[in-house]
């Protein structure tokens, strides 16, 4: 089925260390999203890109980093991980970023990556 | 700044009951309104959206949301509830006016319980 695949599905990472979150969308849309979820907090998000060649950041960026390599793909990188960042992660992708009226802002989402850091 | 707050954390329903989860927003101008719903282990699912016109929308699964500008809420509902709803809501607002508003904002989510 076509959607938001990403890897890996769970992690485990010792404080200090690197690691990048993969995502990647064939649905041909794009703009693309990552998101943290902490119990109680919701969705956070944390960079998106509205378009191929741009990023942006969003409400939660501090010690990550993002890189939107094609149309089809977004990672997200996490130089010197801390347990803090220990969360579930989504990457999400759309159509068009804005565009309210026609509808093509509506988010299509990956199943998660489960992240623990010790 | 738009944002969500949806004021239930869990909620537990009898199977068959009828449910209502609440959802009230804040933003200056038109809201785009969506609820989301998230079963476990699972990415975020969309039920139903809310962008002009009629402000009772149906969604998937039996779902229906109700728009109310005068009480900025955006409640859900549905008749009679199945144990396989048992999920976690999400209530998202995003906004028409640029920039960062273009951006979805969530509520912190509604955790439901089905009970047999």
């Known amino acids: 089925n076509a959607g938001v695949t990403q890897t890996p599905k769970f992690q485990v990472l010792k404080t200090g260390q690197s690691m990048t979150l993969q995502c990647a969308q064939d649905?041909?849309?794009?703009?693309m999203y990552w998101y943290r979820q902490d119990p109680g907090m919701g969705l956070r998000l944390i960079y998106y890109?509205?378009?191929?060649?741009?990023?942006d950041k969003g409400e939660v960026p501090n010690g990550y980093n993002v890189s939107r390599l094609n149309k089809r793909e977004f990672s997200l990188r996490l130089e010197s991980a801390a347990p803090s960042q220990t969360s579930v992660y989504f990457c999400?992708?759309?159509?068009?970023?804005?565009?309210?009226?026609?509808?093509?802002?509506?988010?299509?989402f990956g199943a998660g990556s489960r992240l623990t850091v010790l | 700044a738009q944002s969500v707050t949806q004021p239930d954390i869990h909620i537990t329903v009898s199977e068959g009951a009828s449910l209502e989860l609440r959802c009230n927003y804040s933003?200056?101008?038109?809201?785009?309104l969506f609820w989301y719903v998230q079963s476990p282990g699972q990415g975020l699912q969309l039920l139903l959206k809310?962008?002009?016109?009629?402000?009772l929308v149906q969604g998937i699964k039996g779902f229906e949301a109700e728009f109310k500008r005068s009480q900025s809420s955006f409640n859900l509902r549905k008749p009679s509830v199945h144990w396989s709803d048992a999920a976690e809501y999400f209530c998202?607002?995003?906004?028409?006016?640029?920039?960062?508003?273009?951006?979805?904002?969530f509520g912190k989510g509604t955790l439901l319980t089905v009970n047999p």
């Open positions: 649905m041909n849309h794009n703009s």
């Open positions: 933003y200056g101008a038109t809201p785009y």
């Open positions: 809310y962008f002009s016109g009629d402000t």
């Open positions: 998202a607002v995003v906004g028409d006016s640029g920039g960062s508003n273009y951006k979805l904002t």
């Open positions: 890109s509205a378009s191929e060649g741009t990023t």
């Open positions: 999400a992708s759309s159509e068009r970023y804005g565009q309210i009226h026609s509808g093509a802002n509506v988010l299509t």
